[in-house]
């Protein structure tokens, strides 16, 4: 199964397989998509969630405040849904 991510405001979209992150599926994409350590730790890939589900690996990476941003710690998630996130600095 695979689920469609558009980011926004860039309007890029792209697939993301099952068993695969965002962002591995962003870069494979050949999305210019900010990462550094892949580990939720930099923040440099995390994006808001405005439509769409995800997942987690235990353990959650996820504190109350970044549930209530609705952020996305695009480098530990796997989508659950077809996704809209945004970032303000990907840009098309």
């Given amino acids: 199964m695979s689920f469609n991510v558009t980011i926004a405001p ?3 979209s792209f697939t993301v397989q099952d068993g695969e992150t ?3 599926a962003a870069l ?3 999305i210019d998509f900010p990462n550094r ?3 939720g730790v930099c923040t440099s890939c995390v994006c808001k969630l ?3 589900e ?3 690996a235990e353990p959650q990476p996820l504190t109350e ?3 209530q941003q609705q952020f996305t710690y695009c480098c530990l998630a796997y989508p659950v849904s077809d996704l809209v996130l945004h970032h303000p600095f990907i840009s098309g």
Avoid: E
Wanted: proline content about 0%; aromatic content about 4%.
């Fill in 37 to 39: 350590c892949s580990q």
């Fill in 10 to 12: 860039a309007q890029l």
């Fill in 28 to 30: 494979r994409s050949g």
């Fill in 50 to 52: 405005k439509s769409g």
């Fill in 22 to 24: 965002i962002l591995t």
């Fill in 65 to 67: 405040v970044d549930k």
């Fill in 54 to 56: 995800v997942r987690y």
